[in-house]
């Protein structure tokens, strides 16, 4: 069987454990044959502790021209997400991207551009997607059964960091770095699973707050209400800080209530759909029938696996993708609105005017300190960087 010639930009955490899976056999469409790092630790450890026989690059460029590989997975911190998946696109070399699709829409839309004009097929690592619990939530609402969403609430406050998370990188937590905090670094998934279920909101109004829970930049406490074109309205609530988080996501429809949480789905279902019980009961204190339903669903749920073999059966027979990477910019966009919302301290619509938040976030990185805290470091490379003093500042060692 003929397989597809992989190379990795970024051996950091995500770039070693995708070559680990590559190297194992559970991609068995792909073989890996080269890998790009522009620091030479993290090239020594390829050679010595995954294969020998991979051909190792010190930078993303020479290996793209090197003729070896037809695919390329890019692992390497967000501002430089764009910048390699274009550079991927003008030698028509397919494309897997890390999350989150970039750090700012308009940065991203321009790679999105650059793969219309490509022949490569490209997908971004959205693995929450293959999660029975929310593809049977999409699957729910999507039918249309239960009518229109009239109220969504996220709160996913279980991604707790100590500050040690914090000091492990230069990059972690600052703007010129990272670009934002929890929402562009833990919540990516959770954005674009909001979205995907839910469809784009209209308006929001975010609450950020900026180094509440540990000493760094940027936000580890974020509370947004949101707006839909339908009327309903949405709460998103997530943390770095809770020590003993949540992960509850909550959907009122016209004709049901379903709750994703604790790895099961649960289903209230309403005899009469509420508009129709509203308009027609005569009781001032009425309620409606209901009966509880905990919801059956595949149990397959395949993460980075099957994203990863999902875009070999796509490149190999045309087969679809768990998410396209153009649909990367959905849940940036949301994560972008709310970061505008808090720099302005109102509501913003969406779209967003990127031209506007980029100004913004810009004006962040200008400010943006160089941590002197940090207990492990990687090499500092900013020189072979262009570009702004974020794109500068990004390093390839991530671990998110």
């Not at 890019?74 to 991207?97: T, W």
């Amino acid at each position: 069987m003929n397989r597809i010639k992989l190379g990795i930009i970024g051996l950091g955490n995500m770039g070693t454990n995708h070559a680990k899976k590559i190297l194992s056999g559970k991609c068995p469409d792909f073989e890996l044959c080269a890998v790009a790092d522009i620091n030479p630790d993290r090239l020594d450890f390829c050679r010595k502790e995954l294969s020998d026989k991979i051909k190792c690059f010190p930078t993303a460029e020479e290996m793209l021209d090197s003729g070896l590989i037809e695919a390329c997975l890019i692992a390497v911190p967000h501002y430089d997400h764009p910048k390699y998946a274009i550079e991927c696109f003008e030698r028509n070399i397919h494309v897997m991207l890390e999350k989150p699709a970039g750090v700012y829409t308009k940065q991203v839309r321009e790679m999105n551009e650059a793969a219309d004009k490509s022949s490569a097929v490209f997908g971004v690592m959205f693995n929450q997607r293959t999660n029975h619990i929310y593809r049977k939530m999409k699957e729910i609402v999507d039918s249309g059964k239960y009518g229109q969403i009239r109220r969504t609430n996220w709160i996913i406050t279980n991604w707790y960091r100590p500050q040690a998370y914090f000091d492990s990188g230069d990059w972690r937590a600052t703007w010129s770095g990272e670009g934002g905090g929890v929402l562009l670094n833990q919540c990516p998934h959770q954005l674009d699973l909001w979205q995907w279920i839910c469809k784009m909101p209209k308006r929001v109004e975010a609450h950020l707050l900026y180094g509440k829970w540990h000493d760094i930049e940027v936000e580890d406490d974020v509370s947004v209400y949101a707006e839909y074109e339908n009327g309903a309205t949405g709460v998103f609530i997530t943390s770095t800080g809770d020590p003993c988080g949540t992960n509850r996501f909550e959907m009122q429809l016209d004709r049901a209530k379903i709750i994703a949480e604790n790895d099961k789905l649960e289903l209230f279902e309403l005899k009469t759909a509420e508009p129709e019980f509203s308009k027609t009961n005569k009781d001032p204190f009425g309620q409606i029938e209901s009966r509880y339903i905990e919801v059956e669903t595949d149990g397959k749920n395949e993460q980075h696996t099957g994203v990863i073999n999902a875009w070999g059966r796509a490149i190999l027979k045309g087969e679809p993708l768990v998410a396209d990477g153009r649909e990367g910019i959905n849940g940036l966009m949301l994560s972008n609105a709310m970061h505008l919302s808090s720099f302005l301290g109102k509501a913003v619509e969406i779209p967003i005017d990127e031209e506007l938040y980029y100004n913004e976030l810009m004006k962040k990185v200008a400010s943006s300190k160089k941590k002197t805290n940090v207990t492990q470091v990687v090499a500092d490379t900013s020189s072979t960087y262009g570009g702004t003093s974020a794109e500068k500042n990004s390093h390839w060692n991530t671990n998110w």
